[in-house]
């Protein structure tokens, strides 16, 4: 309907994708309330995996959350089928075989990633990024200060 209905509370909220909260006290789960789904300061939560981006690496819900690449998470997204994730200042991607690093054609490492028709990238000097199958395009936007990127379709 048109009216708000508090579902729970979440100390340090700092992603929503679907019904997943990423925050200082781990990764929520919204629903008729708001449950704790575990994890220690998650920093960024992809609904469709679901994974989740922590100080200790990227992790996928599966019978609990498994280890999925070790190291300093700041970013995670997946759409299902492709799948990203920033660790360590380096951008990795899902393969058939795990997780392996991708280049990107800019020193800055990338603030937040997104899929679309492409997988879109953004850093925090303001250069975005776009790989459609061949190799990655950047473009600086001019606008220093960048925290995140949203896909319309």
């Not at 989740?52 to 089928?81: C, F, Q």
């Not at 020193?107 to 899929?115: F, I, N, Q, S």
Request: aromatic fraction near 4%; hydrophobic fraction near 45%.
């Amino acid at each position: 309907g048109d009216d708000w209905v508090t579902v729970g509370t979440a100390d340090g909220v700092r992603a929503i994708d679907g019904p997943l909260l990423a925050a200082r006290g781990g990764v929520y789960r919204a629903g008729d309330g708001l449950a704790h789904a575990g994890l220690d300061d998650a920093r960024d939560v992809a609904a469709a995996g679901p994974l989740a981006a922590t100080a200790a690496g990227v992790y996928a819900l599966g019978n609990g959350w498994l280890d999925e690449l070790a190291g300093d998470a700041s970013v995670v997204a997946t759409d299902g089928e492709r799948a990203h994730a920033v660790v360590d200042g380096t951008l990795h991607a899902r393969t058939g075989d795990g997780w392996a690093a991708r280049e990107v054609p800019v020193a800055a490492p990338p603030v937040d990633v997104a899929h679309g028709e492409a997988t879109y990238a953004v850093t925090a000097d303001g250069t975005v990024l776009v790989e459609a199958g061949d190799g990655w395009r950047s473009r600086s936007l001019g606008v220093p200060g960048v925290a995140a990127l949203t896909v319309v379709a």
